[in-house]
């Protein structure tokens, strides 16, 4: 009698987790509508129903935001390093500018050209010095994210979550883009519902 009873809760389970999935599977399909055609062409039945699947158990869903939380972290930091660097430069000019005042004011009169192309050489080296840091700094920040974005993108693999693999093709990234948002968006609608739910 125990396995006829395990036999039917399974039974039901099955049933209720295709029920989720057509759900998922739905609302999907509906939000893709809302993508431009180019990339609706490109999001497939099969490719739907198999991140809906991936969604079934909410871990996804969970990775998902995890992810998030991680990428505005790390875009906060790195925003506050640019800010930092910004400042030090700031100080670095204003110190210049003192610097720079304070000898032409004891500088006798016949020598205040030379102690100016002195000081134009010296302003034009530091000018110099300030852009190769912040050509260094916005270097360094794209290539945090860009290996934030591969991590994102080898994590959601692993997670089996369809459409995703580390890639650099700007067409393919948009498309990944694009399935974030729907993952993103059928999140809302959970948490709208009280649960992950539709």
Known sequence: MERCSGALEEAADGARQQERHYQLLSALQGLVKELPSSFQQRLS??????????????????????????????????????????????VLRQALRQKHQEAQQACRPHNLHVLQAAQQRELEAVEHR?????????????????RKVADQQSTLEKAGVAGFYVTTNPQELTLQMNLLELIRKLQQRGRQAGKVAL
């Open 130 to 146: 300030i852009r190769e840091e912040q050509r260094a700094m916005d270097q360094k920040i794209v290539l945090e994210l860009d």
């Open 45 to 90: 039945y099969t490719t739907l129903s198999d991140l809906a699947l991936a969604l079934l158990d909410g871990t996804v869903f969970e990775i998902v935001q995890g992810l998030l939380e991680i990428q505005h972290l790390t875009e906060k930091s790195l925003y506050n390093q640019r800010l930092r660097l910004q400042n030090e430069h700031r």
